[in-house]
């Protein structure tokens, strides 16, 4: 009988552990979630405007730069331009004032099929921390793990400076 009662307690603790490890979620499922709840706010609330910067001596490019705020503060935005016939998109979502994911793309400029992407880069963080980098298409350079971590920081720092310049003064 205690044998029994013995091998009945084990076995709903093991059925009891594997049930708490199907529930626990892992960093990459938080911040699926997360990106899902920003997109869908970004679809009702998004504001927009436009910069021209010089690209060459001769030729000016236009950014046009899209955010939502949540709370009064930036939880993602999104700078599209086009350059030689390529549109260049960059897309960052931000969570407690950090980044959380970044996206490049380069598409043909007006291309009609999603599947025309030239390259792709998602990069994947946690507490300003790369966890995951994903490539898609041909990108022109594939830097290493650390100095994507560190360029990408340094590029969404420079972008959202730049943001929240142009914020204030549109308010």
Not at 51 to 72: A, C, F, M, Q, S
Not at 102 to 125: C, H, I, N, R, T
Not at 132 to 139: L, R, S
Not at 143 to 164: D, I, K
Request: glycine share 4%; proline share 3%; with cysteine.
């Amino acid at each position: 009988m205690l044998a029994i009662r013995s091998l009945l307690v084990c076995v709903l603790v093991f059925c009891a552990a594997g049930l708490a490890a199907q529930y626990k979620s892992d960093w990459r499922s938080d911040i699926d979630l997360i990106i899902q709840r920003i997109d869908s706010l970004s679809l009702k609330s998004q504001q927009k405007f436009s910069l021209v910067k010089p690209w060459h001596p001769d030729k000016d490019i236009r950014e046009n730069w899209y955010y939502t705020t949540v709370d009064g503060k930036v939880a993602i935005f999104e700078i599209q331009y086009v350059v030689d016939s390529i549109e260049h998109s960059e897309i960052y979502y931000i969570h407690k004032g950090r980044l959380i994911c970044m996206e490049q793309y380069e598409v043909p400029y007006l291309s009609v099929y999603a599947d025309q992407l030239k390259s792709g880069k998602a990069y994947f963080f946690r507490d300003n921390s790369l966890k995951q980098y994903v490539v898609t298409g041909k990108p022109k350079n594939i830097p290493g793990l650390l100095n994507s971590e560190m360029q990408t920081l340094a590029m969404f720092q420079r972008r959202y400076a730049e943001l929240q310049r142009h914020i204030r003064y549109m308010r």
